[in-house]
């Protein structure tokens, strides 16, 4: 029996959301339920062995993203580290109550400085042009001698676009800021060198690059005061305590080897498949435009809104033909509000209902392309007939 008689999606184009684990991460993960069971904490042979593995998949964590081994804390995913980031900041240096972000973060920041904000915490919320970028002189105007910690995230989870992150943390840095990058959709995607950087901590998920759900991991540059979220033992030096999730861990190393073994050549490979997909749609397509950067951004990622439809009928009938893709976020999907990305960047009313992200993987093929290109414009056409709107 195949895998597309297994999927429920003959085409998957929601990797932003969550991506296929590779079957090399399962095969190294399994044995971890099964013969390698031990503690790592253990002293005896059958710990030392897991232990030995969990340095191992560190070390190549740490490879990806430009770094030292002891500056990575494996954690249950990006949510967590931002958290681990952002609050571990505040905490370690009390006497400082601002907090500088943008308006189009992930949840898993914005929801976090909200509650920030609720404490007594002064958080700012930097704007986006239409385009999704950055004002760098709105930002240094933003920082304060009473600021604890920048968060920018390096890559939009909706739009794909890259912020100037390395820049941005320079400055923070000859402000004496600590700066930390939400980079879950960033990292296995483009070349990141943090040694050759100021910023001070990164957040990272395991299945964003092809490894399993509820693992990831924050660099935090040695030299960065961080307080721990949680208490407990003495795992990853007291800074995330407890028993560490051991196929997890392995799982989110093997990702990280091959999604660096790769990059050279799966990389432009999965740009030029969007990039036709996303020529093909504009050309087919009427009253059609991309949303967001499209030189500075992902090469995976590509957001469209079609004027006058609704995104969630879109996909409904995406779904009917067995292609998956999103209108946002996953981890706000349910809400029937717009984007607050798209609205952050002024995206007309008429277009932003309309949206789709189609986010592609190594696994994408030019045929699962050539299947979208073919019935999309269908959908869109069948949509706007009925649209008391569209003439």
Known sequence: MTDAVLSPCFVYLDNNATTRVRPEVVEAMLPHFGTLFGNPSSMHTCGGVVATQIRDARAHVARLVGAEPEEIVITS??????????RGVLEADGGKRHVVTTKVEHPGVLSTAKWLAGKGCDVTLLDVDGAGRL???????????????????????????????????????????????????????????L????????SLS????????????LYVRSGTRIAPLLYGGHQQQGLRPGTENVPGIIGLGTAARLALEEMATGVPRVRAL?????????????????????DRR????????FEFIEGEAILLRMNELRIAASSGSACTSGSLEPSHVLR???????????????????????????????HFPGIVADLRAISPYWK
């Open 206 to 217: 395991g299945h964003k690059l092809h490894g399993p759900k509820g693992v990831g991991a």
């Open 298 to 305: 992902l090469p995976n990622t590509t957001n469209m809104s």
């Open 195 to 202: 040694k050759e950087t100021a910023i001070g901590m990164l």
């Open 77 to 86: 995913g990006g949510t967590e580290s931002d958290n681990m980031a952002i």
């Open 274 to 294: 969007r990039d036709r997909l996303e020529n093909a749609l504009l050309a087919a397509i009427p009253r059609t435009a991309v949303n967001g950067d499209r």
């Open 135 to 193: 004002d760098l002189d709105a930002y240094r105007r933003a920082l304060r001698p009473d600021t604890a910690v920048v968060s920018v995230m390096w890559a939009n989870n909706e739009t794909g676009v890259l912020f100037p992150v390395e820049e941005m943390a320079a400055i923070a840095h000859d402000r004496g800021v600590p700066f930390h990058t939400d980079a879950v959709q960033a990292v296995g995607k483009i070349p990141i060198r």
């Open 344 to 374: 952050a960047m002024g995206v007309p009313f008429t277009m932003i209902h309309g949206s789709v992200r189609f986010s592609l993987s190594t696994f994408t093929t030019a045929q699962e392309i050539d299947y979208v290109i073919e």
